[in-house]
Structure formats: C-alpha cells, structure tokens
C-alpha cells in the first residue's frame, strides 16, 4: 500500500517539477530565439528600406540613373553602400547584407551589395525565391547560410539578403545546451523527487505502523479482563442453586475486571479527545497553583501508605489557560507515577516556578529508568517494568496520555533519569 502511495508521489512531484523545468528551458529556447529571429528581420527590411529609398531618388532623378539591361547577358548595375545613410554601429553588418531588385522571371535589374557580381552567385536560389509561396526564410549561398526577405515593388521584386550562420549557430548550441539541461535536470527532479516522497510517505507509516501496534495492544490488554469475566461468569453458571451471597466471591472478580476495562476505555477516549483536540477552543484560565495542591492533598495518603516522603515547592499565583480537566489529569498521572515507581523509604519532589515567561511544573523522584527504556516512555501500551505495572493495574497508557494532553495544551514533557533518581518535566 505504501509502496503504491509512494510511487504515485513520486511520479507527481516528478511530472511537476520536469513542467516547471521544461517551461523555464522553452521559454529561454523561444525568447533566445524570438529575438535572434527579429534581429534578422530588422536588418532584412532596414536593407529593403534603403534599396528602395535609393531607387525612388535615382528614378526621380536625383542619383545617377542606371540603364535597365536589355538582355541576361548584360550584368546588373551594382551601387556601393553609402556610408552617410548607415550608422556606424551598422557598418559591420552591412558588408554580409545583399539587396537586388529583379523582374518576375528572377532576372536582376539592380543590386546593391558590397562583393564583386562575380565573386557571390545567387541566381539560382533567386529563381526559387521568386517563385516560391514564403515571402522570407533561408537558402545556403557559397556553402553558408543567408535569410532572405522578398518584397513586392514596381513590377519586379526587391530581394534582401543577409549572413544569418553565426545566429544559426548560436540556437543550435542553445539547443545542445537545453538538451543537456534538460537530461540532467530530469535525473537531479527524480532524485529530489524520491527524497521528497519518501520523506512524504514516512510520517504517514510511522503512523499507521503506530496505530496498528495500538490497535493490537488495545485487543491484547481488553483481551485479559473480558476473559476473566468470561471464566467468573461460566462459574456463576455452573452454581445455578446457589445464592448469590454464596458465591459473591466471583461477583467480586467480575466487578474489578468490568471496573479495569473501563478505566482502559476512558484512557483510551482520552487520548482519542487530547489527539484530536483543536487549537482554536477557547479556555478559562485557571490556577496552575490551587489544581498541584488539590492533587498533592488527595495522594498525601497514598504517599504515607507507601512509605515515600512526598515534598513539594509551590509558586503563588501562577495561572494558565488550559482546559481544567486536562491539566489535572496531567497533575496527577505525573504524581501517581511517581507513587507506583518510588521505593518505600524514597522521596518524590515536585516544584511549580516561573521562569521568565515559561511556567515549569516538575516531579522527580527516586528510582531510575534504564537508557534502553527512557525513549520509549511516552509510547502507548509501554512499560518499563512490566511486573510492577501489572500489580498497579497499569497499562502503559499514563505517561502517553500525559504526552499527548501536554501537547494539545500547547506545552512540552521531557524525562530525565540518572544518578538513581527519574525527572519528568512540563514546560507552558
């Protein structure tokens, strides 16, 4: 089960975080390339602009005006570039731009570039350009690659070229580069991922790992007085003539069992209330310092009975919200835990100060917790010395009520225990 749950955190943190990658890498992919391709664009028609600015003023007569040839054999007029036109930051880039002005049937007219006619052959690709559908795109002149831009103008077309290899260069490394990105951040995403579900899924069966166990110590520990009630009861049975005076003895047997199971059951409500309890309840506040003496008067006896000496250090006045049932049932589970594990002849001490603004109440007393069971206190259904707790009646459920109704009142319990003596201290 857990293994399912895993697995399908696993797959959704990792379909996440590749989306949230992948979108990051294409929107660097589409803006790089965005703006590379609105560069070309702009220099495809600021070259267009010029051409055709300097056929206006050469057919209005104010450039010297070139013969239109009569026949293919006869080369195209060639212009220079003029410098005064061009911003110096653009110098750079005009000797690898070409503009030629051409009929319909891809025969130039006119060029304007900064090469020998000779040296730069673009007829044939001219031809393809004129007669196809895409009015920009690329074509590979003299084994490099050139974007073009076509344009309609008198009767003819005006045709702009310019170097776009180095730009075509820089996306295919963005690309390789991307893709390298993209590989190792889908590795490094399962990797956090796992981390992430694992650390996810832990709680959650620790938990149910937890609840199984309670569940299961909870059947155990109900398991021993209804089988006792049972055996009374088939007695009872067996001795239909009798009277009850007669056979009160197994009356009695019953009475303490049935008396046991619902001391267990209101240990266990109580957990399930203090579990559950909301941060949000509203409580009165209470005297911290009249709830340890009430709890101190009524175990004066059970102390004296016991043969331990029971000492305490009480603060004035010390006051705290928290529900008032809660805190004196934590008061006296700390007490009478001390009670049933203090030799006779011991000494219990319990003290109630301020420290600053932290209310500290304390019982410690003689006797020690070994450092193999100390961490497991607070554990439901543990018992450090399972013996004794039995002949108490206990059934390891004190101290974790005592955990869990100090949590729900928003304090902390810790226990100590060395030098032969034990100290389990809460902190409001």
């Given at each position: 089960m857990f293994k399912k749950m895993r697995n399908k955190l696993l797959i959704t943190n990792l379909l996440i975080i590749l989306a949230m990658v992948i979108a990051c890498l294409a929107a660097i992919q589409i803006t790089t390339t965005s703006y590379i391709e609105r560069d070309?664009?702009?220099?495809?028609?600021?070259?267009?602009?010029?051409?055709?600015d300097d056929m206006t003023r050469h057919e209005n007569g104010f450039g010297p005006m070139a013969e239109q040839r009569d026949n293919a054999d006869k080369p195209p007029e060639r212009w220079d570039a003029d410098d005064d036109r061009r911003p110096p930051e653009e110098e750079n880039r005009f000797n690898s731009e070409i503009a030629v002005y051409c009929d319909k049937d891809a025969n130039v007219i006119r060029s304007r570039m900064m090469f020998e006619v000779g040296e730069f052959e673009y007829n044939d690709e001219l031809e393809d350009i004129i007669k196809s559908e895409k009015p920009k795109g690329s074509v590979m002149l003299d084994d490099e690659s050139w974007a073009y831009l076509r344009e309609e103008y008198g009767e003819g077309y005006i045709v702009a070229f310019t170097k776009n290899e180095a730009e075509k260069n820089i996306i295919l490394r963005l690309n390789i580069i991307l893709g390298i990105s993209a590989l190792f951040s889908m590795a490094l995403s399962f990797i956090i991922s796992l981390i992430s579900a694992n650390r996810s899924i832990r709680?959650?069966?620790?938990?149910?790992?937890?609840?199984?166990?309670?569940v299961a110590d909870a059947s155990h520990e109900l398991r021993t007085p209804l089988a006792s009630i049972r055996a009374n009861t088939d007695v009872l049975l067996s001795k239909r003539d009798s009277t009850i005076g007669e056979e009160y003895k197994w009356l009695e047997y019953i009475k303490d069992e049935a008396e046991r199971m619902t001391a267990l059951t209101n240990d266990l409500l109580t957990l399930a209330r203090s579990d559950s309890e909301e941060s949000e309840t509203v409580y009165p506040e209470i005297s911290f310092t009249d709830t340890v003496r009430e709890v101190l008067i009524e175990n004066e006896a059970v102390a004296f009975e016991n043969g331990v000496?029971?000492?305490?250090?009480?603060?004035?006045?010390?006051?705290?919200?928290?529900?008032?049932?809660?805190?004196?049932?934590?008061?006296?589970?700390?007490?009478?835990?001390?009670?049933?594990?203090?030799?006779?002849?011991g000494r219990i001490d319990v003290t109630l100060a301020r420290d600053g603004g932290r209310v500290i109440f304390r019982v410690s007393n003689d006797g020690e917790i070994s450092a193999e069971d100390l961490p497991h206190i607070f554990e439901r259904f543990y018992r450090a010395d399972k013996s004794r707790a039995r002949e108490s009646g206990g059934y390891g459920l004190?101290?974790?009520?005592?955990?869990?109704?100090?949590?729900?009142?928003?304090?902390?319990?810790?226990?100590?225990?060395?030098?032969?003596?034990?100290?389990?201290?809460?902190?409001?």
């Open positions: 070309i664009s702009q220099r495809l028609e600021r070259e267009i602009n010029i051409f055709r709680p959650i069966e620790d938990s149910y790992e937890k609840q199984k166990q309670f000496t029971l000492e305490s250090t009480i603060a004035e006045g010390i006051k705290i919200i928290v529900p008032p049932e809660g805190l004196k049932q934590l008061v006296l589970i700390l007490i009478d835990n001390a009670l049933k594990y203090t030799p006779k002849g004190g101290l974790a009520i005592a955990e869990s109704l100090t949590r729900s009142m928003g304090g902390r319990i810790a226990a100590e225990s060395e030098n032969g003596r034990t100290m389990f201290t809460v902190t409001f």
